[in-house]
């Protein structure tokens, strides 16, 4: 192969700063990915412990706070009201964007897309490098806004206007909100470059015999996300462009009539800040599946895996992420629905809305199938590969309560949207990413990760989770507000001091249960257990490598691809998998059907059938009976 | 690596496949479908501060001209020599049009010509702008054309031809936006209306102005590459391709950006 040897020419000699710094290996990129993700979400999660403190124990003054964000901020080791929300906001941006998107999607994007199709690298690894480090100046910049005099931003992490708009509004919508959006614009850009780079790697770097229908579900749950991102990431371009203006030049686009305590009645007339909501959340809701897809796609393919069955109704889930994917675009009216929308509007919204339950109930019923009398191993990334699908459903269901206009009008920013949201979004994604981590640990570094250490990380992780996000949506119903500093004086919420004291403790154990994992990952990198080749024993091509992670992937060939990715203890086969590259002897090849073949040794290797929506309908009703 | 070598393009028969692309061609399709995005939240989001606002009822439209031609005709055979913004709006802003609570009708506003001072010429010049940049995207096109062809010197001469639409294109541009300003638009005020008209006619005219600025830009850059062989020496011309889809884009956009700020 031709482009091989050029690739041998070209990457003979590496330098430190060429491999691990200036690397344009999609393989380096990934984990420069991931462990800039991990040390964002440290700091958001230690930013989440500190303002839990505050919820906990309004009263109680912290020597460590006040040693940790100094005497302005923590004053007699109490937070400052401004500073708590600024945590908050920091911590909801952070975990969004720097950790669910960037550090889920360009981690598992650049170390799956092209193993798994079988590509030497990406399309351009040129655009790749850059989509990190513009990911990386991001984050440099939001977190240089922690630094400022007057504090980062505290509008919260959907920066409505007027708070964001006028730099004098409160001290936060100063410097701290001209870094956060500076740092957006950065990650839209790293954002874009990802996607296209994704999008154009799966249409047209697929080795031969992968045909789409062949991906395995991560790849078709990350090119998806690649899809949604770089739809509606440039309308967050566009809404911040705005914003910029009126912060900046004068403009009134989402300012009228405002007075200000400190200026007087200010002279923009003629905008509304409801249109930035509506730009805003044309991102902000494909943003939520943007988050969960390629979690939801880890989990397809590690529950088969360790089931040792082939994922029940691929097609479905194919389908059902299509339909999530083009769903999320019409629902973002539901963030909304106390705006004053239309009543005939939102009841739009509502119906959409609901829609996108019955895709998500079908991946959740798939995965449930697929682990039905399965031949389960439960490996760590398993362990949280279940806890997903837990977290997917007792989240999914409380967002058929939020995605009712009447009962979102009750519940509209109380707890219950915060324990919605963490527990479907953020628990069930984090949780993803988690067991993505353990499932191709291996493959990013040769080593196995500690099995015991991961079951104490998995149990202590899922237990604090629930006892954090659970409680919320009753205080939700009974209308406790989220956004709040402080309930102390506001005794009619006295009943829920104790919840929250269990939660902050519940927060703190979740913290230090992460600790164990940061030992775990970094320690196995160096002293783990040698993996070898394929330690899961999947079909995937990832694990053709060879052990010696090189620039090009494969040292030969690129292997050719005879199935699909989910051929697990198929009765016609030795041993209970079957690589996609293996090539059949005499095994009838079909597409979908996965049931016991007739062994036909001197039948001819049958042309594949075209796929067409028909075909895809019609193998999707074949029964997949094992 | 995909290098895909472009056949002789049976134009009449839907030449090649768009679906047949490498995956820098791709690449562009891709940004330019992202890019379709922004613009549309930037017209999106005039349509929504404009819909708040009432327009002038369109069978006031043609009398509002006739008085204002009237009125510019005789202002300027009385000698007036001082800028048209002084003069001629405070008449109609009596009429309700150019008020602070009526969104100013396109015609009214952009009906100047250069040279041509004291005469009413509702979006003649921005219809030549129009004109220029489609004639501009025409170009691109035998320019790609050219490079199907691999025909070095057809695609010098007509990128050559591009980019001086493009320049010209830009020039207009500049004097619509000196016009506008000497009439005392600012982003935070507006002479013919409500101040976000100006904000919104700034910023979408001028987003627009920097992607034709950036194309351009490219366009020079190919056109240089192309003087210094590079693209005979490839053994094709994909990247004239690749900024003509740019460009076309771009032109496309102004056919929006045009439609929604001047005509309607």
Sequence with gaps: MSSSVAHADHHHEETFLSKYVFSMDHKMISKQFLITGIIMGLIGMAMSIAFRLQLAYPDTSFPILEWF?????????????????????????????????????????????????????????????????????????????????????????????????LPKAMPGS????????????????????????????VLNMRTKGMSMTRLPLTVWALFLTAVLGLLSFPVLLGGGLLLLFDRGFGTSFYLSDIYLGS??????????????????????????????????????EIIAVNSR??????????????????????????????????????????????????????????????????????????????????????GGLTGIFLGNATLDIQLHDTYFVVGHFHIVMGCAAIFGMLAGIYHWFP??????????????????????????????????????????????????YGVWFDVNVVMTLAAILGGIAQIVFLYNFFSSIFIGKKSGTNPWQANTLEWTTPEERIHGNWPGEIPTVYRWAYDYSNPAYDEDFMMQNVPDEGVEEELFETSKTKVNKSAKKPKPEAVTLFTLIKNWLKPNTI | MSTQTISKSNTWKG??????????????WIFLLSDAFTFSSLLIGYGAIRYSFPSTPIEQIDELQLSFAENVQEKFANGADAHHGEFFIPALR??????????????????????????????????????????????????????QRGDKNEVTKWMFWTILGGFAFLSCQAWEWTNFITAGATPWSNPYGPPTFA??????????????????????????????????????????????????????????????????
């Design chain 2, 199 to 264: 904000a919104l006619f700034f910023l979408v005219t001028g987003f627009h102005g920097f992607h034709v600025f950036s194309g351009v830009v490219l366009n020079i850059v190919i056109f240089i590459n192309n003087i210094n062989g590079t693209y005979e020496r490839r053994g094709h011309y994909e990247m004239v391709e690749k900024v003509g889809l740019y460009w076309h884009f771009v032109d496309l956009v102004w056919v929006f950006v045009f439609t929604f700020f001047y005509l309607i």
């Design chain 1, 174 to 201: 100063g410097m701290g909100m001209t870094l956060w959006l500076t740092a957006i614009v950065l990650f839209i850009v790293s954002s874009l470059l990802g996607g296209i780079n994704y999008i154009s790697t």
């Design chain 2, 15 to 28: 030449g090649n496949s768009p679906f047949n692309v490498s995956y820098g061609k791709l690449m562009m």
């Design chain 1, 309 to 394: 069955k082939p994922i029940f109704g691929y097609t479905a889930m194919v389908i059902s992420l299509m339909g999530i994917a083009f769903l999320s675009f019409i629902v973002w009216g539901h963030h909304m629905f106390i705006t004053g929308m239309n009543p005939l509007l939102g009841a739009v919204f509502l119906v959409t809305t609901l829609i996108i339950a019955v895709p998500s109930a079908v991946k959740t019923f798939n995965y449930l199938a697929t682990l039905w009398r399965g031949n389960i191993r439960f490996t760590n990334a398993m362990m949280f590969a279940i806890g997903l699908v837990s977290f997917f459903i007792s």
């Design chain 1, 69 to 165: 964000f100094g005497s302005k901020w923590a004053p007699d080791g109490k937070l400052d009201a401004g500073y708590y929300m600024a945590l908050v906001t920091m911590h909801g941006t952070i975990m969004v964007f720097y950790v669910l998107t960037a550090g889920l999607s360009g981690t598992f994007a650049n170390l799956l897309l092209p193993l798994q199709i079988g590509a030497r690298d990406m399309a351009s690894p040129f655009m790749n490098m850059l989509s990190y480090w513009f990911f990386l100046l991001s984050s440099i910049v939001l977190l240089s806004s922690l630094f400022v005099e007057t504090g980062p931003a505290s509008g919260g992490w959907t920066i409505y206007p007027p708070l964001s708009a």
């Design chain 1, 443 to 492: 493959k990013m570094f040769g080593r196995l990760m500690n099995k015991p250490l991961g079951y104490i990380h998995f149990w202590f992780t899922f237990i604090s989770a629930y006892l954090v996000f659970f409680p919320m949506h009753f205080m939700g119903l009974a209308g406790v507000p989220r956004r709040y500093y402080a309930f102390t004086l506001l005794p009619e």
């Design chain 2, 94 to 147: 009596d009429s309700g049009v150019f008020s602070e609570f009526q969104w100013p009708s396109p015609d009214l506003v952009f009906n100047h010509f250069p040279f041509a001072h004291g005469l009413h010429l509702p979006l003649i010049f921005v219809s030549l702008m129009t004109l220029i940049l489609i004639l501009s995207s025409v170009t691109m096109v035998l320019g790609v054309e050219a490079g």
């Design chain 1, 263 to 300: 200026a007087g009645a200010l002279e923009h007339t003629g905008g509304s800040p409801i249109l930035f909501q509506h730009l805003f959340w044309f991102l902000g809701h494909p943003e939520v599946y943007i988050i969960i897809m390629p979690a939801l796609g880890i989990t397809s």
